[in-house]
């Protein structure tokens, strides 16, 4: 028995080789811009540092130099830990800091050093640190901002990684601030005043807390222990205590008492309702007591109680300290306050979701913390003595607010009382952090240097983790020590000098340094880390810096030497580790960890493994000495090499249990590989010459010998007395559970292909067990599993049972084979639960849990009926007796759809990956890829990102991340526009229409370029006129002239529907300005192609002609950019033109900016800039458009905007103010968006008395009065929308009854309130006398009423609006209010709108009809005859405009063939000429039928109404004025909103928004606002919304073809209906919708469900409409193969096997993008020179091709080869494991129970074809051809036979 030695003494491990270090914030910091001012500042002394004003200052400190510059800095690195990089790299930082500078930077192993950010702040840095602050997102959630924070002496700088940055001003004096779970804390510097205040006052807190930037500085509250009744909550005020760690995990804060020396750990939480409310409550005090404030030191066991206020009023000043909350107040820091302020909290909290620049938190200065606070006044007498300061002016104000606390410090442990000897030594810790050792306890050790001792309190956590128990204190002498985190020791420096590795309190071994010469070193001061070591990176100028070494899985400490000063100061979180020295010799200054070492080893996932068992199960002692042994055997120096791991791992081991290792033939070999000790290695060296026995003993041994000498296994043989095991080795009692631990972790390593390799090194340790513990079944079992391999083991052991442990319960079953439980599974047969091990067997886990679910139908597997599957092995569970035994034929059959959901989802939430599952073994992963399989063609919409990349539907996971479809400049459609150059594509405008998607919603024709063509306004028009004769040149000119301004009324109009056309489809660079496409409004005549000019002075041309369309043009502009747009205040302002001639078209970019929702992000102060100019246009533009950017919104800073604009609306005592009548009309209107639906009273009052404004003395409100009223009805109606008859609070107001007399006419009512003085005096223009002017009044008032009820169905009021019956009656209205009436009768009976002529013609009355119906017999009068076609043309136009707004959006085709049928009339009745209803007339009413047209077949291009647009852009003669173009090019900018991609919405705000843009009186000429202000035009915007679905392709990225099944609600008009629409298509409105299908069978299915919810489609919608779709393998696109012929399985069709003759390989490509089968055709399927003799195997390959891919399952053509290459095998007899063939029969097994059970299931099984029962013939054949054969494989055959069908 050789010698074997436990205690670890004289072990000694090995460390790397000594590098220097240089942190790399001093490199950058010489460099840095301000370095010039570093040198100054570090010349000087700190008190001139405030004084230095460049060489002055210089020259005075050159006088005094100081050579310690260095002394000022400090550093600390941490772990790599922001969210900002993608690549899984381990990285470092570091965080430098200098004098004024702060230099955050990065490395890794793979990169040098960088700098992240540099901050240089304006005074010296006292301390910098990493700190996370707490963000609440909502009531549950918070996000969690990473932060740099900077101290200075007045300030703390915060500065967040995304950007943001803060300053928090200090109220005193901080000496350090610790980073905590929570935020800061902050420690008050204790003046010498303080102590003055101790006596007669409170004494201030000391400990105070920030949770946010933002958030006010609060102190904290503690709870000290102690049953003393002083023990109560109050504020951390004691002085004589310093915080000297804190932690955030777990959240604790040590503090050290000066006074009594002591240390105590206290937790540091939320503070509760209670403790705040007893720290903030005034106590019950006698009558002459003055406040007491109530605070006791922060230990003391007595109570302070007897304090008083020094100053006068003494008591009376109790009565007046009242909150708003009315208590009183008492201790609390905020009694020194200032005034309250209730919006302040608010604010911040508000403040915190936007970026400040610079934020101060709430609080005023200083005063609340009263330290020197400067107040000159002597009228107080000190209560709170600063250094320079008498009582705050405050203090006796009534309102005040304390400041209340957040955080609460709980005491939970503190050491006993030090002995008096060392009480004059001062033992606060000069270091503290946290260990852990290897069996998971975790110490809190502190290091008293004074002591020269380390001590480490162990803690755990209570049950619940609420609360950390503190335990035993061990003591280690030392000098210094540090935590190497990545692999649970702690280094420790000895007194003596010499450095020592612990694992807890454990001692591991010394560790050895080269390059040290001996061990005087002395480390001091280090910093502890409390996150993973990292490697520290070089950077190029200094390669050699940073080193890296391998220790255990991680990497050794390098320690680093370097010279430097003494006295630094340090913060916690750093990997650095400084050590001051004497000069004299070579010794340690700082130590490093390098980051872990990723490298995979031969056996390191394997001996992790076995680790972690053997750990889980042995007490702690016995697995920390395994631990310990292995630790040091492995780092002896010199060191194994890589592949010997595995065996040094082995000898260990088996020693440990008391194996002979030397005797044992098989661990003999393992000797000759690997030496035990260096001593071996010394020897081994040099090989000898000779030969001697053990190399004949090691050729028996080796697997060439055993494969030679195949020979089945044999009884035990006797054992020869020599191999006996030593009882008293420490593991020895524990054999039998480390067997069977290793056991069950063998079969965990049988479930990873890439683990499998690993097993068979494990067989061999587990069979020697096995067969010394004499578990027959077992050795048969691994017998069974690996013949070739264990038959060369022949040796046994004695174990002595008397001193062992007997054979526990556990081993005298069967052995669990994973294997045969899947397979008892399959079989249906009782299977008992299988044992495993909690967090080491997470493969078996899975695996049984999921056969249990899936295959044996259980739907509570993987919940409350675990343990019927499982039983956890643990520690102390050395016998467990299993009864349970699961029936799987009682199971209740569950659909296997549910079944297959339920599995993958369980799966993905236990992490379980697409990768995972690559690696499970074919045999058993089958029933999971069959579940895979089916959930694949069903998938829910609403699975997670994680579920759809297990079942390999890429379509759903690029969904879930949002993208949207960008124009594509390289892609070539067949499709594209003519070819133009690209200076014509830049200027006109339209340039950025997806071309890939309008390309395949109108494939057939260049719709898309016509429309370009008639709205391009950037080229000169074609002025083409014939000279006759008799025309001189002069007058040709004039008349060439006059042709082109009417030309120009049609130029003038485009931009409005040009803006519509190409609604929000461009997303602008930053650094560009947006182009803006030129009017042009020259011409050019042929044929000479001469310029034709309107400036030439021949004719006369209306001054600002151009002004509002140059409006129109940049609101053209402004509309393209899309709302998801990166669009700022700087890139708005930056657009602003240079020329005062493009303010107009500013202007309208400004009004485009809002309605596309940007114009939010204009900075206040741009917004006033821009007011302040008076350009009328601009602020126009600029107030509608922050109005509809805000709509609905009631927003106060904007309504503000607009009051001042209304004169209404300021109060009657202001000054008058010159406001332009368009902008007070443009200010109403903005009152109406912001307000829509909110019903606001007082704004619905004022605009009820705007519509009928009386017009005002000198020339006030007398022009364009139309304009105004109809904005304030208009207005009226936006803020009671829909609202009808339940107008809360304002039935006083008679909104209804008052809009119906402005309709009518009357009285008019005296006028209320605050604007009855402003109308006194009478207009001298128009004399109106009392009555309402109806022409001004009516047309506001008709569609105020309207609006208000909206859809109500409201009969009364409808009836109000019908057209009178009477002669009489009809005269007194005009036709075009007839128009209006009949509109908004129609709209408001809004249900009863039908799609049909006989439903527009009821609302004709019915006079009107009889008297059209007996023209023909009498001969009426003309006049009657010519009113008679203007009332039933407007009455037709206005029902018609009704029906558009009704189906808006809809593409229905009754209503639009019934428009059309209007429409045609119309222009029938037009072409006669000398109509009785006038030109003028009939066209307004066809202009209001095409556009009712157009909103009907709003995006979708329609040809009819594209042919009447084109034809009325043709006219441009006569009558023909800017109105009525502007009105056919709208139409038409809607026919194709957004270029096909957005439709009209009918929700009510897209009414409201649509009555105000198609109001049915268009302009006369281009500066014409008198009815209708020309920028309402553009709100036609605010009723558009993306229904486009675009299906994209998820290979190719290309938008696609796809067949959608759209399945509408039920309503009271139809039964639940489905149609069929070939996407890219329009959707109807999405709450008309049940669901949304892609249907088969080109692309994967795909469902999405709305009568749950629409926020997914809508949000798909959203960004472009982009749904990706998945081909199917042997389909192909739609655009390519229309009839589906063409695709591989229409070959099918006749006989299946014709389809896999029909199939060439090389075509695959054309039918599957999955680059496997692709490479699999190429490489396995094709016949080359090395094939041509393997035809079969070239036909098979392709038959397992043509499979995968008709069955659409690529992911099983891995499992076809996999069977293909066992039973090739097999056949060949050279299997040497019979794990293949287990795995086979798996397959087997779900074939027979899918198919034989069930012939209906068939089609659900994966493997479909013939190929199954071809190979399981095969195999049967190979096994009886054995059975029958030669002797040499009798015993093999039957063995395998029996193996096979057991």
């Known amino acids: 028995m050789s010698e074997v030695v436990y205690e670890e003494t004289a072990t000694m491990i090995a460390a790397g080789e000594l590098q220097s270090f240089v942190p790399f914030g001093r490199e950058h910091c010489r460099n840095h811009p301000n370095a010039f001012n570093l040198q100054l500042r570090e010349l000087q002394p700190a008190s001139e540092l405030w004084s230095s004003d460049g060489a002055a200052g210089l020259v005075g400190s050159l006088q005094e130099v100081s050579l310690q510059e260095r002394e000022r800095e400090c550093w600390q690195l941490r772990k790599g830990c922001m969210g900002a990089r993608e690549e899984d790299v381990e990285f470092e930082e570091e965080l430098y800091t200098a004098g004024n500078v702060v230099v955050w930077s990065q490395g890794s192993r793979t990169q040098a050093s960088n700098v992240y950010k540099a901050f240089t702040v304006d005074s010296p840095v006292q301390q910098a640190l990493w700190c996370n602050f707490a963000v609440p997102l909502n009531k549950k959630d918070e996000e969690v901002e990473q932060t740099v924070c900077i101290v200075q002496s007045s300030c703390i700088n915060v500065h967040t990684i995304t950007g943001k940055d803060f300053i928090s001003p200090l109220p005193f004096q901080v000496s350090n601030v610790w980073a905590t779970k929570f935020g800061l804390l902050l420690e008050r510097k204790n003046t010498a005043s303080d102590a003055q205040l101790s006596s007669p006052g409170e004494p201030l807190p000391t400990v105070f807390s920030m949770l946010h930037p933002l958030d006010e500085i609060a102190p904290v509250v503690c709870k000290p222990a102690g049953l003393f009744e002083g023990c109560r909550v109050q504020y951390a005020s004691d002085s004589t205590m310093k915080i000297v760690f804190s932690c955030s995990q777990p959240s604790v804060v040590v503090f050290y008492d000066t006074v009594q020396g002591i240390h105590s750990v206290w937790a540091l939480r939320k503070v509760t309702h209670d403790e705040r409310s007893t720290v903030l409550r005034c106590p019950a005090e006698p009558a002459g007591t003055s406040l007491g404030l109530m605070a006791s030191g922060f230990l003391t066991s007595h109570l302070r109680n007897t304090s008083r206020l020094d100053s006068p009023g003494g008591s009376g000043a109790a009565g007046a300290l009242h909150s708003h909350q009315s208590r009183i107040i008492t201790s609390s820091p905020g009694l020194h306050s200032r005034v309250h302020s209730p919006s302040i909290s608010n604010m911040a909290a508000l403040s915190r979701a936007h970026s400040p620049g610079m934020a101060a938190p709430s609080f005023s200065g200083a005063s609340r913390f009263n330290t020197s606070f400067h107040s000159p006044s002597p009228r107080h007498y000190g209560l709170l003595h600063s250094p320079n300061n008498t009582m705050n002016e405050t203090m006796l104000v009534p309102e005040m607010e304390p400041i209340i606390p957040d955080l609460c410090m709980e005491q939970l442990w503190s050491e006993t009382v030090t002995t008096p000897c060392h009480r004059e030594l001062s033992s606060q810790a000069s270091k503290v952090f946290l260990t852990s050792d290897l069996c998971e306890n975790r110490y809190l050790c502190f290091l008293v240097e004074s002591h020269q001792q380390l001590r480490c309190v162990k803690f755990i956590e209570s049950n619940d983790s609420s609360q950390l128990i503190f335990a035993s204190v061990t003591i280690i002498a030392a000098k210094d020590a540090e935590p190497l985190q990545n692999i649970d020791v702690m280094l420790v420096l000895e007194a003596c000098g010499s450095l020592v590795l612990y694992t807890g309190i454990t001692k591991v071994s010394k560790v050895f340094v080269p390059g040290l010469l001996s061990p005087t070193f002395s480390l001091t001061n280090h910093i502890p880390h409390l996150s993973t070591p990292m490697e520290n990176v070089s950077t190029p100028a200094n390669t050699g810096n940073r080193h890296l070494q391998r220790l255990d899985e991680t990497a050794m400490p390098s320690p680093v030497s370097e010279h430097r000063g003494p006295n630094i100061k340090h913060h916690e979180a750093s990997f650095l580790e400084d050590y001051t020295f004497q000069q004299a010799t070579p010794c340690i200054h700082a130590l490093r960890d390098p980051v872990y070492n990723r490298v995979t080893l031969v056996g390191w996932f394997l001996l992790r493994k076995c680790l972690q068992a ?625 019903g606001h009273r007082h704004n619905a009052e004022v605009l009820l008395s705007e519509i009928g404004r009386p017009p005002g003395p000198e020339m006030e409100y007398c022009t364009d009065r139309e304009s105004y009223s109809l904005a304030a009805g208009l207005a009226l109606g936006m803020v009671c929308l829909g609202h009808g008859s339940n107008l809360i609070g304002m039935t006083d107001l008679n909104v209804p009854e008052q809009l119906y007399q402005y309709m009518v006419g009357g009285h008019r009512r005296a006028q209320a309130g605050a604007n009855r003085e402003r109308h006194k005096s009478p207009s001298y223009q128009i004399k109106e006398g009392d009555t309402i002017n109806v022409d001004v009044t009516c047309p506001g008032a008709t569609l105020a009423l309207a609006m208000i009820y909206l859809k109500t169905n409201n009969k009364s009021i409808a009836d109000w609006l019908k057209p009178p019956d009477t002669w009489f009656l009809l005269d007194f209205i005009k036709p075009e209010f007839l128009l209006l009436r009949t509109l908004a009768r129609c709209i408001i009976m809004w249900d009863e709108i039908l799609p049909n002529t006989e439903w527009v013609k009821s609302n004709i009355p019915q006079i009107i009809v009889s008297l059209v119906s007996c023209q023909e017999r009498v001969l009426v009068q003309y006049w009657k005859t010519l009113s008679v076609e203007q009332t039933q043309d407007y009455i037709t136009a206005g029902a018609c405009m009704a029906l558009g707004l009704r189906f808006a959006g809809s593409a229905n085709s009754e209503a639009f063939d019934c428009l059309y049928e209007f429409a045609r009339t119309f222009m029938k009745i037009m072409s006669f000429s000398g109509t009785a209803t006038g030109y003028y007339n009939l066209q307004t009413g066809l202009s209001m039928i095409l556009l009712a047209m157009s909103m009907v077949m709003s995006g979708t291009g329609n040809l009819k109404v594209l042919q009447l647009c084109r034809f009325f852009h043709k006219r441009t003669g006569g009558e023909m004025n800017y109105g009525f173009h502007m009105a056919h090019h709208m139409a038409l900018g809607l026919l194709f909103l957004g270029g096909g991609r957005y439709t009209l919405s009918t929700s009510n705000s897209a009414i409201a928004a649509l009555l105000c843009a198609l109001y049915p009186h268009f302009p006369a000429h281009s500066t014409d606002n008198r009815y209708h202000l020309q920028a309402l035009r553009h709100l036609a915007v605010l009723a558009a919304e993306p229904r486009l679905l675009v299906p994209v392709d998820v290979d190719s990225l290309k938008p696609c073809y796809a067949l959608l099944e759209v399945t509408y609600r039920e309503t009271k008009w139809y039964d639940e209906t489905t149609v069929e629409l070939m996407a890219p298509t329009m959707l109807p409105e999405l709450h008309l919708l049940k669901r949304v299908k892609v249907k088969g069978p080109r692309y994967w299915e795909l469902s999405i469900d709305l009568s749950k919810e629409t926020h997914h489609l809508k949000s798909i919608l959203c960004r472009d409409g982009v749904l990706y779709v998945k081909l199917r393998a042997g389909q192909l696109p739609y655009k390519d193969d229309p009839q589906g012929w063409k695709s591989l399985l229409a070959s099918t069709i006749n006989h299946h096997n014709s389809g896999v003759r029909a199939f060439k390989p090389e075509n695959i490509s054309a039918f599957t993008s999955e680059p496997a089968l692709v490479s699999f055709a190429e490489y396995f399927c094709k016949t080359s020179e090395g094939m041509k003799h393997r035809g079969d195997t070239l036909g098979l390959f392709s038959a397992m091709l043509y499979e995968c891919v008709t069955q659409e399952c690529p992911e099983m053509l891995p499992t076809y080869i996999a069977i293909n290459q066992v039973v090739g095998a097999l056949r060949q007899g050279d299997l040497l494991q019979t794990f293949p063939l287990w795995q086979l029969r798996l397959v087997v097994e779900l074939w027979d129970s899918r198919v034989l059970q069930d012939t209906t299931n068939r089609h659900n099984a994966l493997l479909t074809s013939e190929f199954l029962p071809i190979m399981k013939n095969m195999v049967d054949v190979a096994l009886d051809s054995w059975l029958t054969g030669d002797d040499g494989w009798l015993e093999h055959s039957v063995w395998m036979h029996n193996n096979v069908n057991d």
């Open 614 to 1238: 053997i750990c889980f199960i042995l007490p702690k002692e016995a697995a920390m000495k395994v631990l310990v042994k292995w630790y040091n055997i492995y780092n002896a120096p010199g060191g194994p090499s890589a592949h010997a791991e595995w065996n040094l791992f082995v000898t260990c081991f088996m020693t440990l249990m008391g194996y002979n290792t030397e005797r044992l033939t098989w661990t003999r070999n393992l000797h000759f590989e690997v030496p035990l000790s260096p001593v071996i290695a010394a020897k081994k060296a040099r090989p000898s010459d000779g030969g001697c026995d053990e190399d004949w003993d090691y050729l028996l041994g080796s697997h060439y010998h055993r494969q030679m000498n195949f020979q089945p296994v044999c009884a035990f043989p006797p054992s020869s007395p020599s191999l006996t095991l030593d009882s008293s080795a420490p593991l020895f009692p524990h054999i039998p559970v480390l067997f069977y631990v290793l056991h069950l972790l063998y079969q965990e390593l049988l479930l990873d292909e890439l683990q499998r390799a690993r097993a068979s090194s494990l067989v061999c340790l587990l069979q020697q067990l096995a067969r010394d513990l004499q578990l027959e079944e077992y050795v048969d079992l691994y017998w069974r599993e690996y013949p070739s391999l264990i038959s060369s083991f022949t040796e046994n052991c004695i174990i002595d049972q008397g001193k062992s442990t007997l054979c526990p319960s556990f081993l005298k079953g069967k052995p669990p084979c994973v294997f045969s439980w899947l397979s008892r599974c399959l079989r249906g047969e009782e299977v008992p639960p299988f044992p495993y091990l909690l967090g080491i067997c997470q493969r078996t886990r899975l695996m049984v849990l999921s056969y249990a679910l899936y295959i044996l139908g259980d739907d509570n597997a993987t919940s409350k009926n675990v343990p019927k599957y499982l039983v956890k092995f643990s520690a102390g569970l050395f016998s467990f007796v299993i009864i349970l035994l699961v029936r799987s034929s009682v199971k209740v059959r569950f659909s296997n759809e549910s079944l297959a959901e339920k599995l993958v989802v369980w799966l993905t939430s236990e992490g379980f990956t697409l990768k995972d599952l690559e690696s499970v073994p074919f045999g058993v992963a089958l029933p999971i890829r069959e579940a895979v399989y089916r959930c694949r063609e069903q998938p829910c919409s609403d699975w997670s990102e994680d579920v759809c990349l297990l079942i390999g539907r890429q379509d759903l996971t690029r969904q879930a991340h949002k993208m949207t479809l960008a124009k594509s400049k390289g892609v070539s459609l067949s499709l594209e526009p003519p070819a133009t150059t690209e200076a014509d594509e830049e200027e006109d405008g339209m340039s950025d229409i997806i071309q890939e998607v309008t390309g395949l919603i109108w494939s057939q024709d260049l719709r898309v370029q016509e429309v370009r063509r008639l709205l391009q306004s950037s080229r000169p028009v074609r002025v083409s006129v014939v000279q006759l004769p008799e025309v001189s040149d002069h007058e040709y000119i004039e008349e060439k002239e006059n042709k082109l301004l009417q030309l120009c009324q049609r130029t003038m109009a485009l931009p409005v529907g040009r803006g519509l056309f190409t609604l929000f489809s461009y997303h602008p660079v930053p650094t560009e300005p947006l182009h803006v496409p030129k009017l042009n409004l020259t011409g050019r005549a042929p044929p000479r192609n001469t310029m034709v000019d309107l400036n030439s002075g021949n004719i006369d041309v209306p001054p600002n002609m151009t002004s509002w369309p140059s409006f129109h043009n940049g609101v053209a502009a402004g509309l393209k950019i899309a709302p998801a747009s990166q669009v700022d205040s700087a890139w708005i302002a930056y657009n602003k033109p240079k020329s005062p001639e493009l303010a107009n078209e500013y202007a309208g970019f400004l009004m485009a900016l809002g309605l596309n929702g940007h114009l939010t992000k204009l900075a206040t102060l741009n917004i006033h800039d821009y007011l302040t100019k008076g350009h009328e246009m601009t602020s126009i533009g600029l107030l509608l458009g922050v109005s509809s950017a805000k709509l609905g919104t009631m927003d106060m800073s904007i309504t503000r905007l607009l009051s001042i604009h209304i004169p209404a609306l300021l109060p009657p005592t202001s000054t008058e103010l010159d406001v332009p009548h368009n902008v007070q009309v443009a200010a109403v209107i903005g009152i109406g968006l912001v307000y829509q639906g909110t």
